[in-house]
């Protein structure tokens, strides 16, 4: 079996207990506090969290969250009754090309309350959990640079990225080398076109909830075709 990762895997339980030991708000160093899953553990044996923002643009380092979408799953099951969704008010203005993309408008924020009213609520929600997202940048530098803005001190957490997953299976198990020389276009590994390929459903894109529970089948599904569930976490986290 082939490993998706060359590099070292980080060790996160490690990294975690020093962001601890740094961490100054309340909410950082419980978040921190929490263990998560050991990184031997076989990934068909975890409870992960998908999670998905909307946002007011692509720029973390100029645009805001403004919609969060949890929920709980494991490699069988997606536990519905357990997911979360938040909208908060950004700091950034609205603009007429995200207003589209998502369809989240003033109104609709007006009176959200700020990612600071709620931060406790969201990170005690995704403590302990190793996080399940597509395209990781999204969700960390958002994240990361939301906190910074607001408490002077950012966030690290471990992820699982199905996006990072499906190019990797593009080119180690669906010909990715031979269509190169073909002259073939990769396939597109965006979250809904990365779903029709395992025959999944199309849902509406660009709902935070939606799109959490999109991303929880999506890696489902990667790993009933492409992978073997016994292998370590550590193997696949980012």
């Not at 998706?4 to 309340?26: G, N, S, T, V």
């Not at 979408?69 to 494991?74: K, Q």
Request: with cysteine; aromatic share 10%.
């Amino acid at each position: 079996m082939n490993r998706l990762f060359q590099k070292p895997a980080i060790d996160w339980a490690l990294k975690l207990r020093k962001q601890h030991e740094i961490a100054i708000h309340p909410a950082l160093k419980n978040f921190y506090a929490q263990p998560i899953p050991d990184q031997n553990t076989p990934i068909g044996e975890i409870e992960f969290l998908a999670v998905d923002f909307e946002t007011t643009g692509l720029d973390s380092k100029k645009d805001d969250i403004i919609t969060i979408g949890v929920v709980p799953f494991t490699l069988n099951r997606v536990y519905l009754n357990r997911a979360k969704h938040w909208t908060v008010r950004p700091r950034k203005q609205l603009n007429e090309d995200s207003v589209v993309i998502h369809g989240i408008t003033h109104s609709d924020i007006a009176d959200a309350p700020d990612l600071t009213e709620i931060i406790e609520e969201v990170l005690d929600c995704i403590s302990g959990y190793v996080l399940v997202v597509h395209y990781n940048k999204i969700e960390r530098e958002f994240l990361d640079r939301a906190l910074r803005s607001r408490f002077n001190e950012g966030i690290v957490f471990p992820v699982v990225d199905t996006m990072q997953l499906e190019n990797n299976i593009q080119a180690l198990w669906a010909g990715g080398f031979w269509n190169m020389l073909k002259g073939k276009k990769p396939q597109s590994v965006r979250l809904g076109k990365s779903r029709l390929r395992y025959g999944l459903p199309s849902y509406t894109p660009h709902h935070a909830l939606t799109d959490a529970i999109a991303t929880a089948e999506l890696m489902q599904a990667q790993f009933a075709y492409h992978h073997d569930t016994n292998q370590p976490v550590r193997d696949f986290w980012l």
